[in-house]
T-cell receptor, first 115, second 111 residues
Framework: DAGVTQSPTHLIKTRGQQVTLRCSPI?????VSWYQQVLGQGPQFIFQ???????GRGNFPDRFSARQFPNYSSELNVNALLLGDSALYLC??????????????FGPGTRLTVL | RKEVEQDPGPFNVPEGATVAFNCTYS??????FFWYRQDCRKEPKLLMS???SGNEDGRFTAQLNRASQYISLLIRDSKLSDSATYLC????????????FGKGTKLSVKP
């Protein structure tokens, strides 16, 4: 079975540009979360979506937005890029729902470089 | 203060050594804890969950002390393939909440 897939794998943008990153969850998974991992740091939570609704938001500016589609895939958008947005953007999917924790499985990430 | 703090290392140990990683968390409302492993330029992968009673998986032992808000990971008889960054993780916001990661501790196992 395919794991979480993300596209593109690498991306180079310049300051002020906009970027859209894409994520396809594991088949059957309904929840998608986005994380930003700056070099030398652990991943930092950006958004969580479940059944197309935003379920959680981390401490990121409004330049960051996301959405989830009926097929549970998701997009992360970042506007007005800054040099500090250079990072590995990770998508994680999980079954979600229910009272017990459902493991989040991470995709390989999109490495964004802002020049 | 960071919500999850851990020693960044690096820890450089010889094969066969026993190595221990420690982690503290600040939010007592957190319900679940994990250790993730991340290889260089790869995504994080779940290594093991951490329970108050302690849990063991082969050479790996994890322990949680809720009173001290302290989590540990012990690796015995370390292998070259254990070289990676180990991330301490807390789950916030209920069973379907989000993961809060520490900065990670880098481990290098040498021959």
């Amino acid at each position: 079975d395919a794991g979480v897939t993300q596209s593109p794998t690498h991306l180079i943008k310049t300051r002020g540009q906009q970027v859209t990153l894409r994520c396809s969850p594991i088949s059957g998974h309904k929840s998608v979360s986005w994380y930003q991992q700056v070099l030398g740091q652990g991943p930092q939570f950006i958004f969580q979506y479940y059944e197309k609704e935003e379920r959680g938001r981390g401490n990121f500016p409004d330049r960051f937005s996301a959405r989830q589609f009926p097929n549970y895939s998701s997009e992360l958008n970042v506007n007005a890029l800054l040099l500090g947005d250079s990072a590995l953007y990770l998508c994680a999917s999980s079954l979600a729902g229910g009272a017990s924790y459902n493991e989040q499985f991470f995709g390989p990430g999109t490495r964004l470089t802002v020049l | 203060r960071k919500e999850v703090e851990q020693d960044p290392g690096p820890f450089n140990v010889p094969e066969g050594a026993t190595v221990a990683f420690n982690c503290t968390y600040s939010n007592s409302a957190s319900q679940s804890f994990f250790w993730y492993r991340q290889d260089c330029r790869k995504e994080p992968k779940l290594l093991m969950s951490v329970y108050s009673s302690g849990n063991e998986d082969g050479r790996f032992t994890a322990q949680l002390n809720r009173a001290s808000q302290y989590i540990s990971l012990l690796i015995r008889d370390s292998k070259l393939s254990d070289s990676a960054t180990y991330l301490c993780v807390a789950l916030y916001g209920g069973s379907q909440g989000n993961l809060i990661f520490g900065k990670g501790t880098k481990l290098s196992v040498k021959p």
